[in-house]
C-alpha cells in the first residue's frame, strides 16, 4: 500500500532510507550520557525514527528481490572469510575456535544467501552449538595456561603460505573459466527456470517457470529437501546413522580403556575431602 | 548461459575458505588448531556444493552437505579424543612432538628460543558475592549420603 503511493521512489532509495532511519533510531535510543528532558526528547524521537525506518523497510519489502541479495551476500561472504583468516593465524587456540564460530556464522550467512535455509540453520546448530563447544571442552581440558611456544611458531610458514595463495589462484582460474566456455552441464532444462526465480518473483515472468523448478528458494524447502533425502539417499542416511553410532561408540571405548588404567570407577568426586 | 546469480561468487568463497583451512593445517602445530583448519575446509567444502546445487537446480548438493555435516561430528569426536589421549602422553597439544613418526628421510624439528613475550595478562571481570552462605548441617549431609 505505501509502495503504491509512493510509485516515484525506487527500491534502493527507499532501502537507504530505511538503512539511514534504523541507524539513525538506534543512536538516539541507545544511552550516551544526557538527563532529563533532552534523554526524553531524543528517546521519543528515536522512537518515531524507528517506526519510519520499518514504515520504509515494509514498504520495500516485497520489492527486495535481487536488490539486498548481493549486498547481503558480500557482507556475510567478508565476516566468513576474514574470520576465517583470524582462525588461521590466532596465536591463542581459544581465540582460534572462537573466530571459528564466527567463521561459522559468515557460512551459515552465505549458505541463506544461497538458497539453502535447512543447512544455514543446521551449520549454526550443529557445527557450532555441538562440534565448536567439544572442541573448547577439550581446549579446556588440555591447554596450559598461557601461550604455549609451540602456539607462537609455524611449521614451514612460507612454503605453507604460497601453496595455500597457489591453491587459491588455480581454483580462482578454473572457477573463472566457467563463464567464459559453454559447460555440457548449462543444457539441464531446470537451468533457466531457476535463474528466473533467483533473480527474485517482481521479475520471474511466469509463476509457472518458478512453481515447477527444482530450484532452492521453493517455499516448501524443508519438505522437498526430505523428501529427497529420505526418498532418493535412504541407504545413506542409514548409513550415516550406523556410522554416527560406530563413531559413538569408539571414542567411549578409546576414551575409557586409557581411564581404566589410573583412576578406578570407585574413586568418584564424593569422597574428595 | 551464464551460471545463476551468485554463483561463481560461492564458488570463490568457498575456494577462499578451502585455501585458508589448507594453509592452517599445513602452519599450525597445535593439535586443535590443525583440526579447526580442517573443520574450515569442510566448510568451504559446503559453500561449493551448495553453489553447484543452486547452480543445477537439484537437491544433490544439499543433501551431500548434509552428510558433510554427519561425517564432520563423527570425525570431531574421534579425533578429539585421541587429541586428548595424545595429551595425556605427551603433556602438550603440539603436533612436533609425535615427530619420531616422520618418515626417515625427513629432518627433525628443532625448536630454537623464542623471544618472551612482554603481553600483560588479561584481567577478567570479578563477580561480586552475592548471598550469604547458609549454616550447612553436618548430620544432614551425612544422612543424605545414599540418597
Not at chain 1, 59 to 87: I, K, N
Not at chain 1, 127 to 146: D, H, K, R, S, T
Not at chain 1, 260 to 269: I, L, W, Y
Not at chain 2, 88 to 116: C, F, I, M
Request: with cysteine.
Amino acid at each position: 500500500m505505501i509502495a503504491s503511493l509512493l510509485p516515484a521512489i525506487s527500491p534502493g532509495t527507499l532501502l537507504s532510507a530505511a538503512v539511514a532511519s534504523t541507524a539513525g533510531s538506534l543512536w538516539l535510543l541507545l544511552p550516551r550520557g544526557q538527563t532529563g528532558t533532552a534523554e526524553r526528547a531524543s528517546r521519543w524521537l528515536g522512537a518515531l525514527l524507528g517506526v519510519a525506518a520499518l514504515a520504509c523497510f515494509i514498504a520495500t519489502g516485497h520489492r527486495l528481490g535481487g536488490l539486498g541479495e548481493e549486498a547481503v551476500f558480500l557482507l556475510v561472504s567478508l565476516v566468513a572469510v576474514v574470520s576465517g583468516a583470524a582462525t588461521v593465524v590466532s596465536r591463542s587456540p581459544v581465540y582460534a575456535a572462537i573466530w571459528f564460530a564466527m567463521t561459522l556464522a559468515g557460512v551459515a550467512g552465505v549458505l541463506l544467501v544461497l538458497g539453502a535455509q535447512f543447512l544455514g540453520v543446521a551449520t549454526i546448530v550443529v557445527y557450532a552449538g555441538a562440534i565448536l563447544v567439544m572442541f573448547l571442552f577439550v581446549l579446556m581440558l588440555a591447554q596450559p595456561a598461557g601461550l604455549a611456544p609451540y602456539d607462537r611458531v609455524s611449521n614451514e610458514p612460507l612454503l605453507s603460505a604460497v601453496a595455500g595463495a597457489v591453491l587459491l589462484g588455480v581454483l580462482s582460474l578454473s572457477i573463472g573459466r566457467l563463464t567464459a566456455e559453454p559447460a555440457a552441464c548449462c543444457t539441464m532444462p531446470s537451468k533457466a527456470s531457476l535463474a528466473a526465480a533467483a533473480a527474485g518473483p517482481a521479475t520471474a515472468a511466469d509463476p509457472a517457470a518458478v512453481g515447477q523448478a527444482g530450484d532452492a528458494l521453493a517455499n516448501d524447502h524443508v519438505a522437498r529437501l526430505g523428501a529427497e533425502l529420505f526418498g532418493r539417499h535412504l541407504l545413506s542416511v542409514e548409513v550415516a546413522g550406523v556410522l554416527l553410532l560406530v563413531a559413538l561408540v569408539g571414542s567411549v571405548a578409546i576414551i575409557s580403556r586409557s581411564g581404566a588404567s589410573d583412576a578406578g570407577p570407585s574413586t568418584t568426586g564424593r569422597t574428595a575431602p | 548461459m551464464t551460471p545463476a546469480p551468485l554463483v561463481l561468487d560461492g564458488l570463490v568463497v568457498g575456494a577462499i575458505l578451502f585455501a585458508l583451512g589448507l594453509v592452517g593445517i599445513l602452519a599450525r602445530r597445535n593439535l586443535i588448531v590443525m583440526f579447526l583448519c580442517a573443520e574450515l575446509m569442510l566448510q568451504g567444502i559446503s559453500v561449493s556444493l551448495v553453489s553447484w546445487s543452486r547452480h543445477h537446480g537439484d537437491w544433490g548438493g544439499h543433501v551431500l552437505v548434509i552428510f558433510v555435516l554427519t561425517v564432520a561430528a563423527c570425525e570431531a569426536a574421534v579425533a578429539l579424543v585421541f587429541v586428548l589421549q595424545a595429551f595425556a602422553r605427551t603433556g602438550r597439544l603440539d603436533a612436533a612432538a609425535w615427530q619420531s613418526l616422520r618418515e626417515s628421510n625427513l629432518p627433525r624439528t628443532v625448536d630454537h628460543e623464542l623471544p618472551a613475550v612482554d603481553t600483560v595478562p588479561p584481567t577478567f571481570p570479578r563477580l561480586t558475592p552475592a548471598g550469604v552462605e547458609p549454616a550447612v548441617d553436618e548430620d544432614a549431609l551425612l544422612e543424605r549420603e545414599h540418597v
